[in-house]
């Protein structure tokens, strides 16, 4: 589903105090912007559809002061559009890696080591609010503006759009009956292909897939019919040393991890982290993740 024309069409608008000045990206359910206020540039989605707005603002005001998150400013209507204003990041993982022409459009080994991380820290701290993103990639996963004299980032998993509220404050699994569906996402679960609840361990499957995206694999096994992509995506899971990239067998003992994740039982999130810190000699998980400045080019090696 192609989104409207009236919201991927509305540069140069202003939206109560926010100036929109450039359209960062756009799917079926709206667009974001890069808007201008008197302080910092801010991020500015536009949707028709009220009900998912309503939701994944509610979602963010629940997320608020965790790190890694962007932060809620302000939700409301304006002319025909929904709004929700956050805090921006700086470039998303798939615009840096799509930088990278003299490492063939790929990150290093040790880059996406950290990244992974990271992300898992912040996946952690999203779970804990009782919260599933449903839609981890490249595009929805960004850095933070590079800071100090080594240019340093941090991870920002962005784009609640798809995200639900799995269990309320007590603890009491739930499942809202309006949640919009992602068997037809390309980087979908096994569960999700098959319309089962989206547990926590589905985001860290979909986390393996975009550590495939992140080495400019061609996913040949994402594409075609429907029933190809599931088995291959159930393999995937059962056997990871069988059927993932070679580029990326360093990274098999997390992949199996990741396999061995049971939906109803909590995440073992320090056993991921522990195997991504072992999965490289000489290399902290922990470690910094630093932006080059390349002829006024910030690149993410």
Request: hydrophobic letters at 40%.
């Amino acid at each position: 589903m192609p989104v409207s024309p009236s919201v991927a069409n509305q540069s140069g608008r202003w939206v109560r105090s926010y100036h929109l000045v450039e359209l960062l990206g756009s799917g079926s359910f709206g667009a974001v912007y890069r808007a201008n206020t008197l302080s910092c540039p801010v991020a500015v989605k536009l949707s028709e559809h009220e009900q998912m707005m309503k939701d994944e603002s509610q979602i963010l005001l629940k997320l608020q002061g965790t790190p890694g998150v962007p932060q809620w400013l302000w939700f409301g209507k304006d002319q025909s559009h929904y709004c929700l204003a956050m805090s921006m990041g700086f470039k998303s993982l798939h615009d840096l890696r799509c930088l990278n022409k003299t490492t063939d459009y790929s990150f290093s080994d040790i880059t996406i080591q950290r990244i992974l991380f990271q992300i898992t820290t912040v996946l952690e701290a999203i779970h804990s609010k009782g919260i599933v993103h449903r839609d981890v990639k490249p595009d929805n996963i960004l850095v933070t503006f590079p800071e100090g004299p080594d240019n340093r980032v941090s991870i920002i998993v962005g784009d609640f759009g798809l995200a639900l509220q799995f269990k309320d404050e007590d603890g009491t699994l739930e499942f809202p009956e309006h949640a919009p569906g992602v068997r037809r996402l390309f980087h979908s679960t096994p569960n999700g292909m098959m319309n089962i609840d989206h547990a926590p361990m589905d985001d860290f499957v979909m986390l393996t897939y975009a550590a495939i995206e992140m080495t400019n694999d061609c996913m040949e096994q994402f594409h075609g019919k429907f029933q190809d992509k599931f088995k291959y995506k159930q393999e995937l899971l059962r056997d990871p040393e069988l059927y993932m990239p070679a580029s990326l067998y360093w990274l098999r003992h997390f992949f199996e991890l990741v396999g061995q994740q049971d939906d109803l039982l909590p995440v073992e999130y320090e056993q991921l982290r522990l195997s991504l810190n072992n999965s490289l000699p000489n290399s902290e998980a922990s470690g910094p993740l630093l932006l080059t400045n390349e002829d006024g080019t910030w690149k993410l090696y």
